[in-house]
Nanobody
Framework: VRLVESGGGLVQAGGSLRLSCAVF????????MGWFRQAPGREREFVAS????????DYADSVKGRFSISRDNAKDTLYLQMSSLKPDDTAIYFC????????????????WGQGTQVTVSS
């Protein structure tokens, strides 16, 4: 299983970006999928996840109301729509596939992408 993120870049505060994560090698429709991020000098942190069975979503408090996670099962692609971006959102963003139909902790996920850089300027 291989996950490939895209869509990162440089954006001004208040702007928007949409990240994509294409999954290759195995259908992930029944698996939970998630986004994590890691800023320099900080631990990797949970951003958002979506259940493989119900499509239920979960968000970190820091991104609620600003970010939206979705998936297109026909395309085996995961998305993260980010709006009202802040400099604190600057990080490398990773997509991941869970070991089961849901998850929010890094340990719940066993396949990871290489990450895409998001930089928000003030």
């Amino acid at each position: 299983v291989r996950l490939v993120e895209s869509g990162g870049g440089l954006v001004q505060a208040g702007g928007s970006l949409r990240l994509s994560c294409a999954v290759f090698g195995s259908s992930s429709n029944l698996y939970g999928m998630g986004w994590f991020r890691q800023a320099p000098g900080r631990e990797r942190e949970f951003v958002a996840s979506i259940s493989g069975l119900t499509g239920a979503t979960d968000y970190a408090d820091s991104v609620k109301g600003r970010f939206s996670i979705s998936r297109d099962n026909a395309k085996d692609t995961l998305y993260l729509q980010m709006s009202s971006l802040k400099p604190d959102d600057t990080a490398i963003y990773f997509c991941a596939r869970a070991q089961s139909y849901s998850g929010t902790a890094a340990g719940d996920f066993n396949y990871w992408g290489q990450g895409t850089q998001v930089t928000v300027s003030s």
